[in-house]
């Protein structure tokens, strides 16, 4: 089992150990985070949830990329004056423009990315006051910023 997971560890951390030129598909994982915001005024209270991600990036250019991002289904439990009312799973898959800075051999890629994200609501369920009732969250669309840097290693044959 840990061979497996080493390996699984090695696969997912690889793109970040080559430097990337146009053609490249770069695939990284890790944890999201999402911590929503409501406009009720602090009346609702929605709880933040941690899943498991994966982007894809395409490298059009040496500078410029398309990325992916794709999660696990998140759930949050939503409580109204400290006690639950609903639960609401969702998506929130995301598609963004990227530019890389620096150099295709740069060890240090800092790039930004902005995007649009569709987030879609499902299993919507009332638990306590509302427990029977029918929930329903409204699916969304919004924007995505992305600051971020990588490091890359390069190496040269001898």
Do not use: C
């Not at 006690?83 to 609401?88: D, K």
């Not at 530019?99 to 060890?107: E, I, L, N, P, T």
């Amino acid at each position: 089992m840990k061979k497996h997971s080493l390996l699984v560890a090695v696969a997912l951390l690889a793109p970040s150990a080559f430097a990337h030129q146009a053609g490249d598909i770069l695939v990284r994982g890790g944890a999201i985070n999402v911590s929503p915001t409501t406009d009720t005024n602090d009346a609702l209270d929605v709880q933040s949830n941690t899943q498991l991600g994966l982007t894809l990036s395409y490298m059009i250019t040496d500078n410029w990329g398309v990325e992916l991002l794709a999660a696990t289904p998140f759930s949050h439990d939503v409580n109204l004056g400290g006690s639950e009312v609903a639960n609401v799973k969702h998506l929130p898959p995301s598609l963004m423009a990227q530019y890389y800075f620096g150099d295709a051999r740069s060890k240090v890629r800092p790039y930004v990315g902005a995007g649009i994200n569709y987030t879609f609501f499902f299993d919507e369920e009332g638990r306590g006051i509302l427990t029977g009732t029918n929930v329903e969250a409204d699916d969304s669309w919004g924007w995505r910023p992305r600051p971020v840097s990588t490091w890359t290693s390069t190496t040269t044959g001898s």
